[in-house]
């Protein structure tokens, strides 16, 4: 199995633009989290899904932040208008129900 | 919500020395604990997990006590090797909630 997998692994971008970030699970897995890590507040749980439904979105920090999982396979992250202080690094990881964690590479986001 | 901590955020230790890193939690009906390894450049790597009706595992190289009492778990790391340093996360709960990490160096 190929892992998780995220794209892009990295991204640049100016302050005010979207920012599309995608993870594909492993398959079949059926839970899947969003992550976000920084230096100042660590691994912080953004998301995530169980069967493509939104569980738990109370770690999204503010309404620019919206996350979709229109299918088993796919799920994306946007951020607009995206600012300085949303650069990190976001991982997306997948499991089987309560089982563990898997995650991917992680896309390493900058924000100017 | 879960509070975790890690009583120290580096660890320095000698090649072939055991590794002890501790963490500790807040919500006393957790039941279900991990440990993740994460290396320079990559995402979380699971190690070990145990669930809150055992106090202690083993895997290769590695055991986690859990302390239920006083709301602590450790991860030992027997004969630690370079390819050990790391940032090492507790993680508790189904949902996940992540302890600050506590980086791991080894000397050779």
């Known amino acids: 199995d190929a892992g998780v997998i995220q794209s892009p692994r990295h991204e640049v971008t100016e302050m005010g633009q979207e920012v599309t970030l995608r993870c594909k699970p492993i398959?079949?897995?059926?839970?899947l989290f969003w992550y976000r890590q920084t230096m100042m507040r660590g691994l912080e749980l953004l998301i995530y899904?169980?069967?493509?439904?939104?569980?738990?979105d109370s770690g999204m920090p503010e309404d620019r932040f919206s996350a979709k999982m229109p299918n088993a396979s796919f799920s994306t992250l946007k951020i607009q208008p995206s600012e300085p202080r949303d650069s990190a690094v976001y991982f997306c990881?997948?499991?089987?129900?309560?089982?563990?964690?898997?995650f991917g590479p992680g896309t390493r986001l900058l924000v100017l | 919500g879960e509070s975790v901590g890690l009583h120290l955020p580096t660890l320095s230790v000698q090649e072939g020395d055991n590794s002890i890193i501790n963490c500790a939690y807040s919500?006393?009906?957790?039941?279900?604990f991990i440990w993740y390894k994460q290396e320079s450049g990559k995402g979380p790597q699971f190690i070990i997990d145990?669930?809150?009706?055992?106090d202690k595992r083993q895997g290769q190289r590695v055991t986690v006590l859990l302390n239920k009492t006083v709301k602590h778990l450790s991860l030992q790391i027997a004969a630690t090797q370079p390819g050990d340093s790391a940032v090492y996360f507790c993680?508790?709960?189904?949902?996940?909630?992540f302890g600050a990490g506590t980086r791991l160096t080894v000397k050779p």
């Open positions: 899904f169980n069967n493509n439904v939104p569980i738990d």
């Open positions: 398959s079949g897995h059926n839970s």
């Open positions: 993680a508790v709960g189904y949902d996940m909630r």
């Open positions: 990881a997948s499991s089987m129900g309560e089982e563990t964690q898997y």
């Open positions: 145990i669930r809150s009706n055992m």
């Open positions: 919500n006393s009906a957790s039941d279900y």
